[in-house]
Antibody
Framework: EVQLVESGGGLVQPGGSLRLSCAAS????????MHWVRQAPGKGLEWVSS????????GYADAVKGRFTISRDNAKNSLYLQMNSLRSEDSAFYYC????????????????WGQGTLVTVSS | DIQMTQSPSSLSASVGDRVTINCRAS??????VNWYQQKPGKAPKVLIF???SLRSGVPSRFSGSASGTDFTFIISSLQPEDFATYYC??????????FGQGTKVEIK
């Protein structure tokens, strides 16, 4: 059974940093690209970042470029999101999401999602 | 960036009704549209991929189609468990994967 378990969320002040983690199990982690998708409470889905199977291709939404860094450790079956210079508009549930492919390419889709971890940016 | 304009933002329908949700892309994106269902307090799950392919295990009352830059998601006979929010997603412009604004389906 595929499982994606996020951790690391919490309350942080504006300008602060947070590191999210995602522990993956039930599939061969290094065979798939992974993503972070966020959702502000009561709002829609927003793709944040993606990383291919060997970290050779990485992408970010314009809203987080230069502030967030995605990474993965295939030996530990783990995905990470380092979030710096946090703003109130970054407050959201952050979902760890599995792609169906090695590299997220046109025509792909996301087949498994974690339950999310809540990040609240507030003073 | 490719924009996905989803409509309506919400709808109310009765059990057994046919429900139609639309997404329009701001440019040609082939058939690279997926549809997700999200129930309250839960993570989204994919129902339709590549505009019209039904994910394994998903009931056949769900379907999708494409015509140019217009994409349609249909629930042929609404069931009580279909109360949820539905999102389209384009996966044409790698690697920025845009979602529509969502459609909340409420049961009358």
């Amino acid at each position: 059974e595929v499982q994606l378990v996020e951790s690391g969320g919490g309350l942080v002040q504006p300008g602060g940093s947070l590191r999210l983690s995602c522990a993956a199990s039930g599939f061969k982690f290094d065979d798939y690209a992974m993503h972070w998708v966020r959702q502000a409470p009561g709002k829609g889905l927003e793709w944040v970042s993606s990383i291919n199977w060997n970290s050779g291709s990485i992408g970010y939404a314009d809203a987080v470029k230069g502030r967030f860094t995605i990474s993965r450790d295939n030996a530990k079956n783990s995905l990470y999101l380092q979030m710096n210079s946090l703003r109130s508009e970054d407050s959201a549930f952050y979902y760890c999401v599995k792609d169906i492919r090695l590299s997220s390419s046109p025509g792909t889709h996301f087949d498994y999602w974690g339950q999310g971890t809540l990040v609240t940016v507030s003073s | 960036d490719i924009q996905m304009t989803q409509s309506p933002s919400s709808l109310s329908a009765s059990v057994g009704d046919r429900v139609t949700i639309n997404c329009r892309a701001s440019q040609s994106i082939s058939n690279y549209v997926n549809w997700y269902q999200q129930k309250p307090g839960k993570a989204p799950k994919v129902l339709i991929f590549a505009a019209s392919s039904l994910r394994s295990g998903v009931p056949s009352r769900f379907s999708g189609s494409a015509s140019g830059t217009d994409f349609t998601f249909i629930i042929s006979s609404l069931q009580p468990e279909d109360f949820a929010t539905y999102y389209c997603q384009q996966t044409y412009s790698t690697p920025t994967w845009t979602f529509g604004q969502g459609t909340k389906v409420e049961i009358k």
